[in-house]
């Protein structure tokens, strides 16, 4: 074997032992620019999360905000509640006051008619009883005046009966003079 055919021999042994070498090279440049690939899939993934990540802080700031909103309308609310308790707790005070005026007004009224009452009673009882003896009183002088009348009566009768016969007599006793 000269130099050219160990050169060569050489030469192909190295090709036949670095071939599965540069085959495994070229699938790890495969794999290497599938990873290169991969990784910027990845960065645009990142990215797009980081973009998803910072809509999210706004939004949560946003309901950060709202929420701040509703707590302070809540204490608006809480105080609005406070005052209306009051205002509650007021209206019920002037009521008991208002249904104590009212009671108070009530028996003071009762007793007024009450007295008016009994005062009625008392004046009416009176004067009806005056009113009856005045009454009685007219009946009795009406009485009294139909007996003087018929009294009366029955002596002009008798004078009238009496003129009459004396009429009668004087009458005879111009005839007889006469």
């Excluded at 042994?13 to 495969?30: A, R, V, W, Y």
């Excluded at 008619?113 to 009795?140: C, M, P, W, Y």
Aim: aromatic residues 0%; charged residues 30%.
């Amino acid at each position: 074997m000269n130099e050219n055919e160990l050169l060569l021999a050489i030469s192909e042994m190295m090709d036949k032992k670095l071939n599965p070498i540069q085959t495994g090279l070229s699938g790890l440049k495969g794999d290497v620019t599938g990873l290169k690939t991969g990784q910027e899939s990845l960065r645009q993934d990142v990215s797009g999360l980081k973009a998803d990540v910072s809509t999210l802080k706004q939004d949560v700031s946003g309901l950060e905000s709202d929420v701040s909103g509703l707590k302070g309308g809540q204490e608006l609310l809480q105080q609005e509640v406070a005052g209306l308790t009051v205002g509650q707790e007021d209206l019920k005070q002037a009521q008991i006051m208002a249904d104590i005026k009212m009671e108070k007004g009530q028996k003071s009224l009762q007793q007024q008619v009450t007295k008016t009452n009994i005062t009625l009673e008392n004046d009416i009882g009176r004067k009806i009883s005056a009113l009856f003896d005045a009454h009685q009183l007219d009946r009795e002088m009406i009485q009294s005046i139909q007996d003087s009348v018929e009294m009366i009566e029955e002596t002009v009768a008798v004078n009238d009966s009496l003129s009459k016969i004396n009429a009668q007599d004087i009458h005879k006793l111009k005839e007889k003079i006469g």
